[in-house]
């Protein structure tokens, strides 16, 4: 919920990559990356660590070194590298307020399923219609606070409330909460369209996003941002490095629970 957990990816996702075949015939061999970057880097980088060959060419998403982005693991269980290249250009370029939307949708309704979709809802999420509360929560559970809102907003609500003291407010709530989908601040509102997760195509979404992301950083957005990843990036490879080095060996790579 908003508020409670908000992940910046302004600097970039850094992820382990594995692969597939190799991880299918008993060898782990993840190395970390912070992405974006370029296809022709990214490319390179899996080419450079042996983790794409002409017989192994299938990559997976092994782990994330600051946490699995919106909190939601499942809708990485498939993604490849290219996949989660083309999301952290997204989420890069991304509207933090609309990332908002987008955490709160995922947490209410347990969608996305997978990675395809997540890019299709970030693409889509002005069409989350998401109201916030314009007063505070603290001591009111979700249909208290959803009332009040109402009555807030309606004069004639305030004036049966008036006229009615003893009427239960809650019991209010209970005949209108169906309508609508409660957070802990606010709530999603049906009224109106709501997100395509299947708008477009993987190929599409790569068009889509890579197209706008290359005009931002042609025109110098990310320059210094970019700069500091530079500096930064042994630092972040050998940290990520160390993690998985140390990782218990339980670690959940399983293809099949992915």
Do not use: C
Request: glycine letters at 6%; aromatic letters at 8%; a negative charge.
């Amino acid at each position: 919920m908003k508020g409670i957990f908000k992940m910046d990816y302004s600097n970039g996702i850094t992820v382990f990559i594995g692969n597939e075949g190799f991880y299918a015939e008993g060898e782990l061999r993840d190395r970390a990356i912070t992405l974006p970057v370029s296809g022709s880097e990214l490319q390179g980088f899996l080419e450079g660590n042996r983790l794409v060959t002409p017989m192994h060419e299938e990559t997976y998403i092994a782990d994330f070194l600051d946490g699995v982005p919106f909190d939601h693991p499942e809708i990485f269980a498939h993604a490849t590298a290219e996949q989660m290249n083309i999301l952290a250009q997204q989420l890069k370029m991304a509207d933090p307020d609309d990332l908002d939307k987008v955490q709160d949708w995922i947490d209410a309704f347990d969608t996305p399923k997978n990675i395809v979709e997540l890019m299709n809802l970030v693409e889509d999420a002005e069409s989350i219609n998401r109201v916030e509360y314009e007063f505070s929560t603290n001591g009111l559970d979700k249909e208290e606070a959803y009332v009040f809102h109402l009555i807030d907003n309606d004069p004639d609500l305030q004036k049966i409330t008036e006229r009615y003291p003893g009427l239960k407010i809650v019991d209010y709530g209970q005949i209108v909460i169906d309508e609508v989908t409660l957070l802990d601040d606010g709530f999603i509102d049906p009224i109106g369209s709501s997100p395509d997760l299947n708008k477009h195509s993987l190929n599409e979404l790569k068009e889509l996003i890579g197209e706008e992301y290359d005009r931002q950083n042609d025109k110098g957005f990310f320059e210094e941002e970019q700069v500091g990843l530079s500096d930064l990036m042994g630092t972040l490879r050998d940290a990520a490095e160390h993690k998985h080095d140390t990782r218990d060996n339980t670690h959940s790579h399983d293809i099949d629970a992915r």
